[in-house]
């Protein structure tokens, strides 16, 4: 019986194992690929062209008055030509809407909405004098979904830009997230691209201007476990069958396919994820070409909580988002109508991603009472642990290098590194030591969030900022 | 040494007797070793980084100072080159492809001939042979830069090349003004999504006149119905001349997609003839062409239309009322009075509604216009 347990463990083990050699293996290949299909040679091109799609930019704003003006002042500076930018400010109990309106000379202005998805009543809608591009939305509180579904409502372009108001976006994240949606023959629907943390790097007047790792080793212990998510997870999944997640904190998607599954839902916590699973089910289900498309390319920057308490709220809310849009789509588990997204990567994000931290937990309580009892020597015990933290090493360590290899491979499209040696030495030892702590840390918190969802708790949780001025050297 | 190994040996010995032990310790040693490779590896990376940057570095500082006047100054071009021929062919290319991305003009044209002159070009023209389309994809958006007729450039696209791989060769022979190759390429054109036609359509405009014209001779014989209408209405603003004589013909085409195109083409050609067919048009059977020509009107700017436009409010699309209204009211006081008119007297509510809503956007125009400063 005990051996049974144990095989069960170790046959989890490995299955996860190889389920991150074959991401990296994905990941180096798509890495490589998009290097030929970055064409920063149009650029010049896409900008100048009157044909270029328009995109909209919704960002809803929830008491941001610490970052809102900053990052809206980001958001007008990207490089792209027929730019429109939406903040929905979704009933903010702060000075949010008082410094958008002061900060950008913004009046009210009366406008044409569609009302293809239902919102929160609006309260006024105001355009900014300084920047005819920019439009706030003032509306009751309805939450992150509801305020995106009137951004939704507001847009009247085939592309819409789906952003946090607390990211700091690259300055031609629009250049290379639109490429897939002029160049790419396999209707694309959706494009995410890899956020970054912002902490302990240098912000001037809207932009990043130089990176550099976070002061704090909780910003850095979340800034290897971003490169691991996007670049080895996300990017892996590209060649895998397709994306279940594009981030909350920015995608790009076509609004008609936004539009066509309803919106945001309003009633999850992990509303991002939920849209693009719909999308996916929508999609698959009705036979029609598509995909969903994670690139590479750092295309945001974002602050990650320092505080232990708003770190463990946010990953606590992931997991429940994870837990109710994976229960609310459990038709698509292991559905071949679905394809690969129903047969493999569906059933991976139960196993590994949702079910992994009662399962790893699980396994290290096993592993202590067999030994406590004797069941177990000291020495297997000893050697499992060195095998799982190499091999938790090495992963992170990849996730290392693939950014390396990204960097190269992409030069010119992202800010300078303080010292690269010391940045890139600094992710190996904190990858290292993010294993005693940290990651049981969050593998608690996660649980919390299982738990939390079982009892079903809905709150979001606060979460408070520096603001990136505040950060600026 | 050999009292080190026999220790090892000797601490390992009754591990290595055990399968599991033995299990767990080769896994964990390969893990480990892949580890020391990766950071190797990654060590390497970052010296020979440091290195490529610094030898960038001491180029910029041997060859920058006299760039900008080799660039403006032929006679000055030769000593720049023997100069930069002493660097590395990689250092050279990626200085000068810096400024190529950030400059237009006649600056950009200077760029390029330094570029060719260094024969930095060649490695790129033989790429493009490659069986590979990554590669040639690779080589053709840098020789889109530096390219010219002389070359003699030949390109091989392949049927399973995806479109990218024919928006870069339509975008190199946009460059070298081969219209014989522009036309075997478009006939090769699949566009399945109306966002995949802006490449298209932006690498059409920057078709030299002549080869653009040239083009246009076999407008009937290209496949595609969604190339053929953005060729037309490309056509209609740079050729209109050549591009008059396919207008009839589009607009009596079994496709719809072309009868667009038509719409969408005469719209930009201030002719009587283009007026007449535009009128035709909006009593198309497709509701997306009758909308096209409703806005293809306001567009042409021909008062006479206001009694076509005013009976295109009653159709049963919306587009097609909504492009007819904004049409109405960018035909100036003669439209308006029809929206007037309909706003107050006509018997279809949903005319009725449009022509409100017209009157309402061109108020809030007309006091936006006064807001600004």
């Not at chain 1, 591009?133 to 085939?158: E, F, H, M, S, Y």
């Not at chain 1, 996730?399 to 992202?414: F, K, Q, Y």
Request: glycine fraction near 8%; charged fraction near 20%.
């Amino acid at each position: 019986m005990i051996h049974a347990v144990d095989f069960v463990f170790f046959l989890f083990f490995l299955a996860v194992n190889l389920l991150y050699l074959c991401l990296t293996v994905f990941a180096v290949l798509d890495i490589r690929a998009r290097r030929f299909l970055r064409m920063v040679e149009y650029d010049a091109r896409v900008l100048s062209d009157r044909s270029t799609p328009p995109i909209t930019l919704v960002a809803p704003a929830f008491n941001e008055e610490v970052v809102i003006v900053e990052s809206v002042t980001s958001f007008l500076q990207l490089e792209y030509p027929t730019l429109r930018v939406i903040v929905v400010n979704d009933g903010s109990r702060d000075a949010t809407l008082a410094r958008l309106l002061e900060a950008f000379d913004c009046r009210p202005t009366s406008y044409f909405l569609c009302s293809d998805i239902p919102t929160q009543p609006l309260r006024e809608i105001y355009r900014s004098s300084r920047d005819p591009r920019l439009w706030v939305i003032d509306k009751a509180n309805g939450g992150k979904a509801d305020a995106l579904n009137a951004g939704l409502n507001a847009c009247q372009t085939p592309l819409v830009c789906c952003v946090d108001a607390d990211t700091l976006v690259d300055r031609k994240a629009f250049l290379r997230m639109v490429e897939p949606f002029l160049y790419d023959d396999r209707n694309v629907i959706a494009v995410g691209g890899s956020v970054c943390v912002a902490n302990g790097s240098t912000v001037r007047h809207g932009r990043l201007r130089l990176l550099s790792l976070p002061a704090r080793w909780i910003g850095r212990f979340q800034l290897v476990e971003y490169l691991r998510s996007f670049l080895l997870g996300r990017v892996g999944y590209n060649r895998m069958g397709g994306n279940l997640i594009v981030s909350g904190a920015f995608g790009l998607f076509h609004r008609d396919a936004v539009v066509e599954v309803g919106g945001y839902r309003t009633d999850t916590v992990g509303e991002d994820m939920d849209l693009v699973v719909r999308l996916h089910r929508q999609f698959k289900g009705s036979g029609r070409r598509y995909s969903v498309i994670h690139l590479p390319d750092p295309v945001c920057y974002t602050e990650v909580p320092e505080q232990l308490s708003v770190l463990a709220d946010q990953r606590d809310r992931w997991q429940r988002g994870l837990a109710q849009v994976l229960l609310r789509n459990r038709g698509m588990l292991g559905n071949p109508r679905f394809g690969l997204v129903g047969v493999l990567i569906v059933p991976v994000f139960f196993l590994f991603e949702l079910m992994g931290p009662l399962v790893e937990l699980t396994g290290y309580g096993v592993f202590i009472l067999q030994y406590v009892f004797g069941l177990v020597d000291f020495v297997v015990v000893a050697l499992f642990f060195a095998v799982s933290l190499f091999a938790g090493l090495l992963f992170s360590f990849q996730s290392v290098l693939i950014d390396e290899l990204n960097a190269r491979w992409s030069p010119g499209d992202r800010p300078p590194i303080r010292d690269p040696a010391r940045y890139r030495f600094g992710l190996l030892a904190t990858a290292l030591l993010e294993n005693f702590g940290y990651r049981q840390f969050t593998l608690l918190a996660r649980m919390r969030g299982l738990w939390h969802f079982a009892r079903g708790v809905r709150s979001w949780g606060e979460m408070t900022r520096a603001g990136f001025q505040g950060r600026s050297s | 040494m050999t009292p080190t190994i026999s220790a090892c040996t000797a601490c390992l010995g009754p591990l290595w007797a055990n399968g599991l032990y033995r299990a767990l310790l080769v896994m964990a040693a390969a893990e480990f070793l892949l580890i020391l490779v990766q950071m190797g590896w990654l060590a390497g990376r970052l010296l020979r980084a440091r290195t490529a940057e610094r030898e960038a570095g001491r180029f910029a500082e041997a060859c920058g100072p006299t760039f900008l006047a080799a660039v403006d100054d032929p006679d000055r071009r030769a000593s720049w080159l023997s100069e930069a021929s002493r660097w590395k062919p990689d250092v050279v290319a990626s200085f000068i492809h810096g400024y190529l991305l950030r400059t237009e003009g006649s600056y950009r044209d200077a760029l390029a001939s330094l570029y060719r002159e260094a024969g930095l070009h060649l490695h790129d023209i033989r790429l493009l042979g490659s069986r590979r389309w990554p590669q040639r994809v690779l080589a053709m958006r840098r020789l889109s830069e530096v390219a010219r007729p002389e070359d003699g450039i030949v390109l091989r696209v392949r049927p399973r090349d995806p479109y990218v791989a024919r928006i870069a060769a339509l975008v190199l022979l946009a460059r070298v003004g081969n219209a014989e190759g522009v036309k075997g390429l478009l006939s090769t054109f699949r566009v399945s999504r109306r966002l995949m036609e802006q490449p298209l359509h932006s690498t059409l405009l920057s078709l030299p006149r002549t080869v653009l014209a040239a083009t246009l001779d076999a407008w009937d014989r290209l496949p595609d119905p969604v190339v053929r209408r953005v060729l037309l209405a490309v056509a209609a603003e740079r050729v209109p001349n050549a591009c008059c004589r396919w207008l009839t013909t589009a607009a009596r085409d079994p496709d719809p997609e072309i009868r667009v195109g038509a719409c969408i083409a005469a719209g930009r050609l201030a002719t009587p003839e283009s007026f007449g067919i535009l009128l035709n048009l909006l009593g198309d059977p497709a509701w997306f062409v009758r909308a096209r020509a409703a806005q293809a009107l306001g567009a042409h700017g021909e008062p006479s239309a206001v009694d076509a436009l005013g009976y295109a409010l009653g159709d049963p699309v919306a587009w097609v009322r909504q492009n007819a209204a904004t049409s109405l009211r960018l035909l100036g006081e003669e439209g308006m009075g029809r929206l007037r008119g309909v706003a107050d007297v006509s018997y279809f509510p949903l005319a009725r509604r449009m022509a409100k809503m017209e009157i309402g956007n061109e108020e809030m125009h007309a006091e936006r216009e006064g807001e600004t400063p």
